[in-house]
């Protein structure tokens, strides 16, 4: 069983920043996709950003000019630098690392790190 590991989560007051960090095992890290997902009660869960194991980046609409995603693969962790927080980014946020080859999907999920912004 592959774990990713969050931290980073808390509660931030409107306009403020967070890092979120999530570790993965140094056996799969370079070779998956990292990516931050998010859900809010009532919520589907949603895209934030993603980062190919190739660099590439990809954000939500809402992230855009605020988020920053990176990967440090010595580390084998990936970031969420979460800047202008609004109270409506409140959400469970979640580490996904996802590759596919051969034709296999392999997907695996952390456990979630809260974030909550006051207004």
């Known amino acids: 069983q592959v774990q990713l590991v969050e931290s980073g989560g808390g509660l931030v007051q409107a306009g403020g920043s967070l890092r979120l960090s999530c570790a993965a095992p140094g056996s799969i890290f370079s070779a998956y996709s990292m990516g931050w997902y998010r859900q809010a009660p009532g919520n589907q869960r949603e895209l934030v950003a993603i980062?190919?194991?190739?660099?590439?980046?990809n954000y939500a609409d809402f992230a855009k000019g605020r988020f920053l995603i990176s990967r440090d693969n010595a580390k084998n962790t990936v970031y969420l630098q979460m800047n202008s927080l609004k109270p409506e980014d409140t959400a469970v946020y979640y580490c996904n690392a996802e590759r596919t080859i051969l034709g296999a999907h392999f997907n695996y999920w952390g456990q979630g790190t809260q974030v909550t912004v006051s207004s």
């Open positions: 980062v190919t194991s190739g660099g590439t980046t």
